[in-house]
């Protein structure tokens, strides 16, 4: 499933800019109409995900990512047919972006919370490793694959994503039923919800880890800029288009599977703010790199580092939330993780359109260094986090990852 959706949306972006280049735009404008696309797809989720996370908590999440699926698939084949019957505009892809975004709000928090009921509590971490390099085996292949195929053909891409994402639902269909915690709190939709978001501003672990990211990301996200950096800044076209996108996800990739096979487990909290750090000033080398290896160096450094961080943050907010908010608390993840790349893409085009790309990445990538040093003062507790263990206050409380894994617990203490 992520193969074709980084496929695709490569392709999206493509086609975006140069429909954009080729119809008069200059520049800064058609860096203005990839701003567009990621807001297109930031606004449905943005105003679904409190109502998505809620639809994860009380529905089975395995059918909900079904029907993300299929919705994905249709995308895909709309855009294989306008792209063929050589129809594809700027409306046509602006109203895939939103489709999109709608079924990425309910993929994320359902997918995102089946995870813990699948895996015992103690391995999580190792699992999100592993689930981490098929994503960004995705992200690697997917472009790759993208840009390959509409050399020879526009339409293929669109249409090889069809066939994954039809192997991707028959793939889901195969999961059987999994244990869930019983809901409780308020029975009200409008409660539960409310429950969620009050739990993760609560918990500073889980609201520093969060917003870290947003902040960072959204400034720093260089992503959207790509076909600007591919035509008019590297001039690489669509070949080197994809291998910028390959880059990060490669960096990731490698990161994710050194994880798998040896986990952190020390210093957790404060190597995530390193992580970040790192993933600012490789971005701020990349806003002023006029060498494709260069660039294609520094976002692998950005890639490795997005991943450090993602791979600390995720297995914190997983192992401090309660089996019956994680699909809401995923739900305000997703939300954060979506402001920080459909939003930033947006706002990186918009600081693109105003003072330049070049500019526009660099300014960002200082932007996240900004926020490291000041999450690190508002939140102390990402400086003192040593390891993914809840603190103990919190199981005391009962609020534990699952009934699940308090019940495998002493067998686990004992090996």
């Known amino acids: 499933m992520t193969l074709a959706q980084y496929a695709m949306m490569l392709i999206i972006g493509w086609q975006t800019y140069n429909l954009a280049r080729d119809g008069g735009m200059g520049v800064g404008e058609a860096s203005g109409q990839l701003a567009l696309i990621g807001l297109l797809q930031f606004v449905p989720l943005f105003l679904l995900t409190p109502f998505t996370g809620l639809a994860a908590d009380r529905f089975d999440r395995r059918n909900l990512g079904r029907l993300t699926v299929l919705l994905q698939l249709l995308c895909a084949g709309a855009l294989a047919l306008f792209t063929w019957q050589d129809g594809i505009t700027l409306w046509v892809l602006y109203s895939v972006a939103v489709a999109l975004g709608i079924a990425r709000a309910f993929a994320g928090p359902a997918l995102s919370a089946l995870a813990p009921n699948l895996v015992p509590a103690r391995i999580l971490p190792n699992a999100i490793a592993l689930s ?50 019983k809901p409780k709190g308020p029975a009200r939709p409008i409660k539960q919800v409310r429950e969620g978001l009050e739990y993760v501003w609560r918990n500073k672990m889980v609201l520093g880890s969060i917003t870290l990211d947003l902040f960072a990301v959204f400034l720093a996200g260089a992503t959207a800029l790509f076909p600007v950096y591919a035509r008019d800044i590297l001039q690489v076209g669509a070949t080197g288009l994809s291998q910028l996108a390959m880059a990060p996800a490669i960096g990731a990739a490698l990161t994710a599977l050194i994880f798998s096979f040896r986990p952190l487990k020390t210093n957790v909290g404060p190597k995530m703010l390193l992580a970040v750090a790192a993933f600012g000033v490789a971005t701020i080398i990349f806003a002023f790199s006029k060498s494709m290896p260069l660039s294609l160096a520094m976002l692998f450094i950005v890639g490795a580092a997005d991943m450090f961080s993602v791979y600390i943050r995720q297995s914190l907010i997983q192992l401090h939330t309660p089996d019956e908010k994680r699909g809401r608390v995923s739900a305000v993840s997703q939300l954060t993780i979506s402001a920080s790349n459909e939003f930033g893409d947006f706002f990186s085009g918009s600081l693109a359109f105003l003072i330049g790309p070049v500019a526009a990445v660099a300014l960002g990538g200082a932007g996240a260094i900004a926020t490291v040093a000041l999450w690190a003062v508002l939140f102390p507790v990402l400086r003192t986090t040593r390891t993914f263990d809840p603190p103990e206050e919190l199981v005391e409380r009962d609020e534990t990852p699952d009934a699940a894994s308090k019940a495998r617990a002493p067998a686990e203490k004992g090996a």
């Open 132 to 181: 981490s390099i098929a994503w960004q085996t995705g992200m690697i292949v997917g472009p790759a694959v993208g840009g390959v195929l509409y050399d020879i053909s526009p339409a293929l891409p669109y249409a090889a994503a069809v066939v994954l994402f039809a192997i991707s639902a028959v793939a889901l269909s195969f999961i059987g039923h999994v244990p869930r915690g």
